[in-house]
């Protein structure tokens, strides 16, 4: 396969599930807490300043953004969770579209999920991991440049243990992890018959 994170483009937004692009090559989606670092993530990954462009702004509506990665694969930048003092109608609308994304897409071969490295496993992350089920997951522990050697290693074997995927050290400061998380989804990418059977 041609390396798949050089060629990216933006390919649509969509609020809910009816609008959705219909589903084409396999794709792999990006979750995280709000500014836990997931566009620093995706743009490193994708060795872009600013491809995942993704509103901040608390209580604006939220979208899946779908970026293709040439012909062969897509990256789903799913919306960010844990604004503090979010009203509960956003909460759900949260739920609502990452719940029917992930739980019906069957082009879905992988999430990544972004924790800070210095705050892992929030109950939000829980829940998400919840709403997981059987996708296979990769835990990026972001902004580890901002813990020594040794809350790395104590991070990362908590982590692991904790989730049931694989955990990596990242950071899009010193580009910790980049190329080796990129290897990873490369492999997701060339299952044969990546992507899943929902009947
Ligand atoms: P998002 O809301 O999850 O998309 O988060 P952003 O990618 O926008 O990052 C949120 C903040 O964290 C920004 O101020 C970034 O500069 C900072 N940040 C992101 N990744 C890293 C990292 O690996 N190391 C450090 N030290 N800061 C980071």
């Known amino acids: 396969m041609k390396q798949p994170f050089s060629d990216a483009t933006f390919l649509a937004s969509s609020a809910g599930a009816a609008d959705m692009p219909p589903?084409?090559?396999?794709?792999?989606?990006?979750?995280?807490?709000?500014n836990v670092g997931k566009s620093s993530a995706i743009?490193?990954?994708?060795?872009?300043?600013?491809?995942?462009f993704t509103s901040k702004t608390p209580?604006?509506?939220?979208?899946?953004n779908f970026f293709a990665l040439g012909e062969a694969a897509r990256l789903?930048?799913?919306?960010?969770?844990?604004?503090?003092?979010?009203?509960?109608?956003?909460?759900?609308?949260?739920?609502?579209?990452?719940?029917?994304?992930?739980?019906s897409r069957r082009t879905l071969v992988g999430v990544v999920m972004i924790m800070d490295?210095?705050?892992?496993?929030?109950?939000?992350?829980?829940?998400l991991?919840?709403?997981?089920?059987?996708?296979?997951?990769?835990?990026?522990?972001?902004?580890a440049d901002?813990?020594?050697?040794?809350?790395?290693?104590a991070v990362l074997g908590a982590v692991a243990t904790a989730v049931p995927g694989q955990a990596r050290l990242f950071s899009s400061v010193t580009r910790q992890g980049v190329d080796e998380c990129r290897s990873l989804l490369e492999q997701w990418l060339e299952q044969p018959g990546s992507g899943r059977r929902l009947e």
């Open 129 to 143: 991991l919840h709403f997981l089920g059987d996708v296979p997951l990769l835990v990026l522990l972001s902004k």
């Open 117 to 127: 490295a210095r705050h892992p496993l929030t109950p939000l992350d829980e829940q």
């Open 76 to 103: 789903v930048d799913l919306p960010g969770y844990g604004f503090a003092r979010v009203p509960k109608a956003m909460r759900a609308q949260w739920q609502a579209l990452v719940g029917a994304y992930i739980g």
């Open 146 to 153: 901002k813990l020594t050697r040794k809350e790395q290693a």
């Open 59 to 64: 209580g604006r509506t939220q979208t899946l």
């Open 43 to 52: 743009n490193a990954l994708l060795g872009r300043r600013r491809l995942a």
């Open 23 to 34: 589903p084409g090559p396999p794709e792999i989606a990006f979750a995280g807490r709000s």
